[in-house]
């Protein structure tokens, strides 16, 4: 999954980590895997799918020190008014450690989507990091990515993200949330001006699958999405997902 949007991917409740030893135990090797199906892909509050379902999933690798290494992918549609992108693939790495109590997140993340032209410039990347600290059943964590040339050439991408999660005693359900700001160096280029996205959701693990519902949304205007679009409204999104 997308390591600088952890937040989004719990929202969407699609992702599911099960971890499988594929090493000696003193290599400490772990591979994760996970496969999903959502009524939409929403990043960082916008559909990426014209509001259709995505079938998306990944793999990671992790070494010992935190270090990992992954890749995850999603399908995608723009729409007819762009050339047409089907699939979007996120290879990433970095490393995780844990330290007094608090859990650190740092690398780097390059954004592909295969078939689509060159010349669109689609493809970026983006450099992240993050914190976090659990606390009982309550998990909170903050989170930045920084990409010096945006999707679509729209020059420099800032986020600015806080989650939350919290387990319900007694029960396999899980609650979650996130408020985050997107700014974007060219916003003509780009499609919207600055913007702040959010999220609330509710996930739980029944028979060894993960279900979610979520409800995300911007706070831009339909007028001001891509030119009059609802790609940035406030959706609910239903999603299933399994560890491999």
């Known amino acids: 999954m997308k390591r600088v949007k952890s937040g989004i991917a719990a929202i969407a409740g699609a992702l599911v980590l099960a971890s499988v030893a594929v090493g000696a135990e003193a290599q400490e090797v772990e591979l994760t895997g996970n496969v999903s199906l ?15 379902p995505a079938v998306q999933g990944g793999l990671d690798v992790s070494g010992p020190a935190g270090v990992y290494l992954g890749a995850w992918g999603s399908s995608v549609n723009f729409g007819e008014d762009l050339p047409r992108a089907q699939l979007e693939l996120d290879v990433y790495g970095g490393i995780a450690p844990s330290v007094a109590g608090f859990d650190f997140d740092l690398g780097a993340l390059y954004y592909l989507y295969p078939g689509s032209e060159s010349a669109n410039n689609f493809d970026f990347y983006e450099i992240y990091g993050g914190v976090g600290r659990t606390v009982g059943p309550l ?8 990409s010096p040339d945006f999707f679509a050439a729209s020059g420099t991408g800032v986020w600015f993200g806080a989650e939350a999660s919290v387990g319900v005693p007694g029960t396999p359900l899980t609650l979650d949330g996130s408020l985050g700001k997107q ?21 739980a693990e029944l028979f060894g699958a993960s279900i979610g519902a979520t409800l995300t949304g911007t706070d831009l205007e339909e007028g001001e999405c891509f030119g009059g679009s609802d790609l940035c409204n406030t959706r609910v999104i239903l999603s299933v997902g399994r560890g491999l």
């Open 38 to 52: 959502a009524s939409d892909y929403a990043f960082r509050g916008i559909s990426q799918t014209m509001e259709e």
């Open 183 to 203: 700014s974007i160096e060219e916003n003509d280029v780009w499609g919207t001006p600055d913007y702040m996205a959010w999220s609330a959701g509710i996930g």
């Open 139 to 146: 998990g909170l964590g903050l989170s930045a990515a920084y």
